[in-house]
């Protein structure tokens, strides 16, 4: 948010998208509605659809991933197989893998397999008790060194 409470920023090549809170990268967590700030984007980002940010919490998507980084989500209803994206894994619980679709099921896969984590299998048939819906794609990575 700007100094006078705005969103906009005065440029006609720039505008601002909220970062809803943190996702973690290792297990799934509940909704955090609570807006962290903004991150500045390019208006030409705009055309291509709705993103929001994310603060990346844990090592689960090591190396790719960081702790700490903030991800620009392009929110969509489906994500392409093997693409990285966010995904709600209950009815307020989400988190961010790469995404295996295949005839059984949804598989939750993170990069970091050795660093102890396992990916998670959603089957065809548990889909209807707990559903897995695609929410975003990953469209950038924002890291900071200071």
Do not use: C
């Not at 619980?93 to 059984?104: L, M, R, S, V």
């Not at 949804?106 to 707990?130: A, C, D, R, S």
């Amino acid at each position: 948010m700007l100094i006078d409470g705005s969103t906009h920023l005065n440029n006609d090549k720039t505008y601002l998208i909220p970062i809803l809170g943190s996702i973690t990268a290792d297990m799934p967590i509940s909704e955090q509605p609570d807006i962290l700030g903004y991150e500045e984007m390019n208006v030409s980002w705009k055309k291509q659809g709705e993103f929001i940010a994310l603060k990346i919490k844990g090592d689960s998507m090591l190396p790719e991933l960081k702790d700490d980084d903030t991800v620009i989500i392009k929110l969509q209803p489906t994500i392409e197989n093997g693409k990285i994206g966010v995904a709600q894994v209950s009815s307020n619980e989400y988190t961010i893998k790469k995404i295996i679709f295949n005839n059984d099921g949804v598989t939750l896969m993170p990069l970091n397999i050795q660093g102890g984590y396992n990916p998670l299998f959603f089957h065809n048939n548990k889909n209807e008790e707990l559903p897995i819906k695609p929410i975003g794609i990953l469209a950038e990575i924002r890291r900071r060194f200071l």
